[in-house]
């Protein structure tokens, strides 16, 4: 199985400032890997999945964006953050047939 | 657009009870069904993994089953303890590539001691 790394934990940020949020993945190569948001009230929604370095698919328009920049390193990231960015984010690996997740960061946009 | 709805959202019980958690899903040409649990601000924990060839899976006192044709699953936990209180998830993996998966939103289960 594979372990998912994610940090920070938790973000405080202000209206209008970047963001940078990382994840890693160990016990696999070239994994599938994902970035989900739990918005308060909603289920956790897909925000992007890539199948290899370089190569993102974003299955919601926002104002966030993602990048692979290494096999097991996903990135998420703000220009400018909006109120409604807050949430609790998880990153999450896969093969075919599962899903690993990371421990999440809660993000707050104040 | 596959969508998944859990009943009920939310469920408090005496501990030692029987209970059973309702997943369904709107287009049954799934891959596999999976139910997680989440504890307060943290992530998931997998608990069961159903591959849509299958009828249910098994583990300790959790079975989950799967009905494909009508697009239900059902998630049976026998003895509830307060331990077992938590958030839990369904989620169904529509395609065998790399689509992620469609998340349900969740019945909040409190077990009282």
């Known amino acids: 199985s594979q372990t998912i790394h994610q940090w920070p934990a938790t973000l405080v940020q202000p209206v209008g400032s970047p963001l940078s949020l990382e994840c890693t993945v160990e016990g696999t190569s070239n994994p599938n890997l994902y970035w989900y948001r739990q918005a308060a009230g909603r289920g956790l929604q897909l925000l992007f999945y890539s199948v290899g370095i370089g190569q993102i698919s974003s299955e919601v328009p926002q104002n966030l964006s993602a990048s692979r920049p290494q096999d097991r390193q996903f990135i998420l990231s703000s220009k400018k953050l909006l109120l409604s960015d807050s949430g609790f984010y998880l990153c999450a690996g896969g093969e075919i047939y599962e899903q690993y997740f990371g421990p999440g960061t809660r993000l707050t946009v104040t | ?113």
């Open chain 2, 1 to 113: 657009k596959q969508e998944v709805t859990q009943i009920p959202a939310a469920l408090s019980v005496p501990e030692g009870e029987n209970l059973v958690l309702n997943c369904s899903f709107t287009d049954s040409a799934i891959y596999n069904l999976q139910w997680f649990r989440q504890d307060p601000g943290k992530g998931l924990t997998s608990l069961l993994l159903i591959q849509s060839s299958q009828r249910e899976q098994t583990s300790g006192r959790l079975n989950a089953s799967l009905d494909k044709s009508s697009g239900r699953s059902t998630l049976y936990i026998a003895a509830s303890q307060p331990g077992d209180s938590a958030t839990y998830l369904c989620a169904v993996k529509s395609g065998g590539g790399a689509d992620g998966l469609t998340f349900g939103k969740g019945t909040h289960l409190i077990i009282q001691p």
